[in-house]
């Protein structure tokens, strides 16, 4: 992997970080990511084999 | 005798106090904030020192966390500090970012950090020797880039980087040993050119 050197780079102070901190927002990101599993083809391809074998035990006994 | 990072290095008390936040965390994401305000300027400091781009740095920092939060559920605690867990998160998602081209790695140097290699190395402190040491460093493994920049750019204890690495402490110390050593030897090869 080529890397980039950089000499005395300007610190960042510890006031401009603390004023990105954004605790909600990630939250919230983690939250609607939480959500899109039951929008995710894994939790439907589950479903629809599990009510499919679920099915197929009622027809059959 | 290097200093201690008194945001890594807890107390007994510290570390109790840490516990109960994770364990608040575990039932509910939004008990997360003290350990997000705790971490976070660190973890930036980590990722930033890694790449060029400081707002993608500030991206990078926020999917730790949303990884973390996503799952604390799963930390077992180790007797360390939650940090060496984050750092590991870190240094995942640095290398997703450099994998997926978004991110470019990045060594950064300051003029004192060139000074202590000089004087561990018996040299003089000028601009030959500073390309030299430039080159050297480019040329390092990732490995041993990563032992070189806990230890000499960050002041990092042994303790602390086995914990970050996931090896032993006294592992740690001889990897950084044999790092700086190869270090040293691209350095004078680079001086017989």
């Known amino acids: ?61 | 005798m290097r200093s201690i990072n008194p945001i890594y290095h807890h107390s007994d008390q510290m570390l109790n106090q840490e516990m109960e936040w994770i364990i608040s965390a575990k039932q509910d994401p939004k008990n997360f904030a003290p350990l997000y305000e705790k971490y976070h300027e660190q973890i930036f400091r980590y990722v930033y020192q890694r790449m060029d781009d400081k707002h993608l740095a500030y991206d990078v920092t926020s999917q730790v966390f949303l990884k973390a939060i996503k799952n604390i559920g799963r930390y077992e605690y180790r007797g360390v500090p939650l940090a060496s867990w984050l750092y590991r998160i870190a240094k995942s998602e640095l290398n997703q970012a450099f994998r997926d081209s978004r991110a470019k790695r990045t060594i950064n140097i300051d003029s004192t950090q060139v000074a202590t290699f000089m004087e561990v190395f018996e040299e003089e402190t000028n601009s030959i020797n500073k390309k030299r040491l430039f080159h050297a460093l480019s040329q390092l493994n990732g490995l041993d880039l990563q032992l070189i920049e806990l230890r000499y750019f960050e002041d990092r204890a042994y303790k602390e980087i086995g914990e970050i690495l996931d090896i032993k402490e006294n592992n740690a110390k001889v990897k950084t040993f044999r790092a700086l050593e190869k270090l040293k030897k691209l350095f004078n090869k680079k001086s017989r050119l």
Do not use: C, H, P
Not at chain 1, 18 to 47: E, R, V
């Open chain 1, 1 to 61: 992997m080529k890397r980039k050197l950089i000499y005395n780079r300007w610190k960042v102070s510890s006031e401009e970080i603390k004023k990105q901190q954004d605790f909600s927002f990630i939250l919230k990101k983690a939250n609607i990511d939480s959500s899109w599993k039951w929008k995710s083809i894994g939790f439907w391809g589950t479903a629809g084999t599990t009510a499919v074998a679920l099915f197929f035990i009622v027809i059959l006994f």
